[in-house]
Nanobody, 130 residues
Framework: VQVVESGGGSVQTGGSLRLTCAVS????????MGWFRQAPGQEREFVAA????????KYLESVKGRFTISRDNDKNTAYLKMNNLEPEDTAVYFC????????????????????????WGQGTQVTVSS
């Protein structure tokens, strides 16, 4: 299984980017697809996640109202639209995918926990300048 992120880049404060996460290698139901980020010298943190049906979505508090996560199951792809970017959003953004079965009641609680995911991409750099 390969997880490949794209769409990163450099923008000024207030700008927008759309990240794409493409999953390939074999067909499976990605119960959760998520985005994490890691800024220089900091721990990797959760940003957003979406369940298979898109009924459950979770965001980091500081990105609510600015970032939107979505997915296209036919294309095995997830997206992260980022608007009104701030310098604090500068980081390497990673896509993560969960293949292990999870019951619906546990999805929300698992979304922001890194070990709940099975596959990770290499990351894409997002730089926001002031």
């Amino acid at each position: 299984v390969q997880v490949v992120e794209s769409g990163g880049g450099s923008v000024q404060t207030g700008g927008s980017l759309r990240l794409t996460c493409a999953v390939s290698g074999r067909t499976f139901a990605a119960y959760i697809m998520g985005w994490f980020r890691q800024a220089p010298g900091q721990e990797r943190e959760f940003v957003a996640a979406i369940s298979w049906t898109a009924n459950t979505i979770k965001y980091l508090e500081s990105v609510k109202g600015r970032f939107t996560i979505s997915r296209d199951n036919d294309k095995n792809t997830a997206y992260l639209k980022m608007n009104n970017l701030e310098p604090e959003d500068t980081a390497v953004y990673f896509c993560a995918v969960r293949e292990r079965v999870i019951t619906p009641v546990h999805i929300m609680g698992a979304m922001d926990i890194q070990y709940e995911y099975d596959y990770w991409g290499q990351g894409t750099q997002v730089t926001v300048s002031s």
